[in-house]
């Protein structure tokens, strides 16, 4: 949903959160950045998987496996589960707690 999302958002008038929509599949993070609205909607997009939450590693091992003869593909896939990784641990150290934890205590929550 990436700059489509974002398209639609903006014309909605929502500024902001276009901006944020559009930016989230390839981001220019490193670790040591401040994590921001954009890194979090990078983050809960990988981990989601229509109404389900799935690991980050479930999630690029599907997708290593539909495009695993594409190399161009896989390269890009990798790059992306490396920056998932680094942002989740970048959130994990800011929120003290392990990611597990956070998604547990949020789907405890919402929990009806």
């Not at 690991?55 to 998932?84: C, H, T, W």
Request: glycine content about 8%; some cysteine.
């Amino acid at each position: 949903m990436n700059k489509k999302g974002g398209r639609w958002l903006y014309e909605l008038g929502f500024d902001r959160a276009a901006e944020i929509v559009a930016a989230h599949r390839d981001l220019a993070w490193e670790p040591g950045m401040a994590i921001t609205e954009k890194e979090i909607v990078h983050l809960a997009d990988k981990l989601a998987r229509g109404k389900r939450i799935i690991s980050l590693a479930g999630r690029f091992e599907e997708k290593m496996a539909l495009y695993q003869d594409n190399p161009e593909a896989v390269r890009a896939i990798r790059g992306r589960y490396e920056l998932a990784r680094r942002i989740a641990a970048a959130v994990e150290t800011a929120a003290g707690r392990s990611l597990d934890d956070i998604l547990s205590s949020f789907l405890t929550t919402c929990s009806p």
